[in-house]
C-alpha cells in the first residue's frame, strides 16, 4: 500500500514551552504506512488513547488551526490521516466532537506552558506577569503563526450554546482569572481592572499578529503590559 503524507507540527523535546506555538506551522513531511480501512473496521477495540485516534486529532488539529474548522470536512481528515471513516465515528461521533477533542487538546498544552513560564519567577507575582508577556511576544512572532486557536474558534463559532464556542470561552475565563489572581498577588490597587486591561492587550496582540506579520504591533505588547502593570502597582502620589 502507498504510504499517505501527513502533516503535523515540529515539536522539539527539550523544552516543552515550545510545543505549540499556537500550532506555528514549523512542520514536517513524514510518511504514515497506514491500515486500509478494512483492517481499521475489523478492529475489535478501540482504546481512548489509540494510535488511530491520536493520528485523527493530530491530522485535525494540524488542518483546523491552518486552513479553519469549518473550511475542513471529516473526508479530508481521513484522508489526509489515512485512519477509516467508521474508525473516526468510533473516537469522535459527530465533527463537533472532534474539535473540542481539538481545543481541549490546546487548552492543556496552553497551560502547561503558562506554568513553565511563571514558574521560573515563582515567589515575585510582577515578574511572572511580565515574564508571560515576554514569551507571548516571542510567540506571537513565530512564522505561521495564524492567530490564537480559541480566537479563531469563537470567530466561527457564534452560537450561544454550542460547544465548541463554550469551550474557548472556558479558555478566555481561565486566562482572565489567573491574570486576576497574578494582579491580586501583585498588589494591584485594582486586580479586576488590570486583569481586564491586560486580557484585552492580549487579545488585541494575538488579532493582530497574523495580519502585520514583522511589523507587527504585538511588538508593542510587552511594553504596555509593563507600563498598565506598573501603574497599578506604583503609590499614589499625595498631593500637597
Known amino acids: 500500500m502507498a504510504?499517505?503524507?501527513?502533516?503535523?507540527?515540529?515539536?522539539?523535546?527539550?523544552?516543552?514551552?515550545?510545543r505549540i506555538g499556537y500550532r506555528t506551522v514549523l512542520c514536517q513531511e513524514i510518511q504514515w504506512t497506514c491500515k486500509s480501512e478494512r483492517q481499521e473496521e475489523m478492529t475489535t477495540t478501540y482504546p481512548a488513547h489509540s494510535p488511530a485516534r491520536q493520528r485523527l486529532l493530530e491530522t485535525a488539529s494540524a488542518l483546523f488551526y491552518q486552513e479553519g474548522i469549518r473550511a475542513i470536512g471529516v473526508d479530508t481528515i481521513v484522508e489526509r490521516s489515512g485512519v477509516g471513516k467508521a474508525t473516526l465515528y468510533r473516537h469522535f461521533p459527530t465533527k463537533d466532537d472532534l474539535i473540542v477533542a481539538y481545543l481541549e487538546e490546546e487548552d492543556r498544552l496552553w497551560w502547561h506552558w503558562f506554568e513553565e513560564v511563571i514558574a521560573e519567577h515563582e515567589g515575585s507575582p510582577r515578574e511572572q506577569l511580565l515574564a508571560f508577556f515576554e514569551a507571548c511576544t516571542g510567540r506571537l512572532m513565530q512564522?505561521?503563526?495564524?492567530?490564537?486557536?480559541?480566537?479563531?474558534?469563537?470567530?466561527?463559532?457564534?452560537?450561544?450554546?454550542?460547544p465548541v464556542r463554550q469551550c474557548a470561552l472556558g479558555h478566555e475565563r481561565e486566562l482572565r482569572r489567573r491574570?486576576?489572581?497574578?494582579?491580586?498577588?501583585?498588589?494591584?490597587?485594582?486586580p479586576e481592572q488590570l486583569a481586564?486591561?491586560?486580557?484585552?492587550?492580549?487579545?488585541?496582540?494575538?488579532?493582530?499578529a497574523p495580519l502585520f506579520g514583522a511589523a507587527s504591533?504585538?511588538?508593542?505588547?510587552?511594553?504596555?503590559?509593563?507600563?498598565?502593570?506598573?501603574?497599578?502597582?506604583?503609590?499614589?502620589?499625595?498631593?500637597s
Open 3 to 18: 504510504a499517505r503524507l501527513l502533516l503535523i507540527p515540529l515539536l522539539p523535546k527539550e523544552d516543552s514551552r515550545d
Open 143 to 162: 512564522p505561521g503563526f495564524r492567530g490564537c486557536a480559541f480566537l479563531n474558534a469563537l470567530a466561527e463559532f457564534s452560537e450561544a450554546d454550542h
Open 179 to 190: 491574570l486576576f489572581q497574578l494582579s491580586r498577588q501583585a498588589g494591584a490597587r485594582d
Open 196 to 208: 481586564d486591561q491586560l486580557l484585552l492587550v492580549c487579545n488585541g496582540a494575538l488579532t493582530s
Open 217 to 239: 504591533p504585538v511588538l508593542q505588547l510587552q511594553a504596555i503590559a509593563a507600563h498598565l502593570i506598573d501603574l497599578q502597582l506604583e503609590s499614589p502620589q499625595v498631593k
